[in-house]
T-cell receptor, first 118, second 119 residues
């Protein structure tokens, strides 16, 4: 079974600064997907960014980018020019490519609470 | 169009009672997922429906939990004889995944969840 570890329960950053959230995972598969989701106090999970393991290029979405190190099984999220609206819980998630046997859902880390200081 | 909706938003029940939680996926989405989010266990996958196929129930924590999906759309998660450890936020997600063994890059869109409190 796959596991996802987020070692930072909480991170704090000044508005307009850059912050990096860490994520490591364990899998025996060679191809899979990785995600970062954001959960504000409204509880609704919002996809921030997605990475396909077979792609070497790191995914980027506006101020959000990832550092995907496949050999190290590391998938960190960098948020540039932090804004007050970025304050939320951030979850790293893994999903296998193939269906069945309990593999259909996302496997989540425990989350990192990001605080933005004005 | 509308996103994934869930009802009720909050539910308080007494230990031993049955509860039903409802999920309305995004129109046209064939895949539907239920997750549980609790302080102790984090986010756990519970069950997955794909179209009219038999669901993948491998994540359900006990036989007190069941789910159905009528007409390939609305889903209901039922918890029988609730226990205090069932207290959690129950999240539903849907995706436009088409049938087939390989997932592709479909994204799961989440609803706002139902907060269940068992007294």
């Amino acid at each position: 079974a796959q596991t996802v570890t987020q070692s930072q329960p909480e991170m704090s950053v000044q508005e307009a600064e850059t912050v990096t959230l860490s994520c490591t995972y364990d899998t025996s598969e060679s191809d899979y997907y990785l995600f970062w989701y954001k959960q504000p106090p409204s509880r609704q999970m919002i996809l921030v960014i997605r990475q396909e393991a077979y792609k070497q290029q790191n995914a980027t979405e506006n101020r959000f980018s990832v550092n995907f190190q496949k050999a190290a099984k590391s998938f960190s999220l960098k948020i540039s020019d932090s804004q007050l609206g970025d304050a939320a819980m951030y979850f790293c998630a893994y999903r296998t490519l193939y269906s069945g046997g309990g593999a259909d859902g996302l496997t989540f880390g425990k989350g990192t609470h990001l605080i933005i200081q004005p | 169009g509308a996103g994934v909706s869930q009802s009720p938003s909050n539910k308080v029940t007494e230990k031993g009672k049955d509860v039903e939680l409802r999920c309305d996926p995004i129109s046209g989405h064939t895949a539907l997922y239920w997750y549980r989010q609790s302080l102790g266990q984090g986010l756990e996958f519970l069950i997955y429906f794909q179209g009219n196929s038999a669901p993948d129930k491998s994540g359900l924590p006990s036989d007190r939990f069941s789910a159905e999906r009528t007409g390939g759309s609305v889903s209901t998660l039922t918890i029988q004889r609730t226990q205090q450890e069932d207290s959690a936020v129950y999240l539903c997600a849907s995706s436009p995944r088409t049938s087939g063994r390989r997932f592709g890059t479909d994204t799961q869109y989440f609803g706002p969840g139902t907060r269940l409190t068992v007294l």
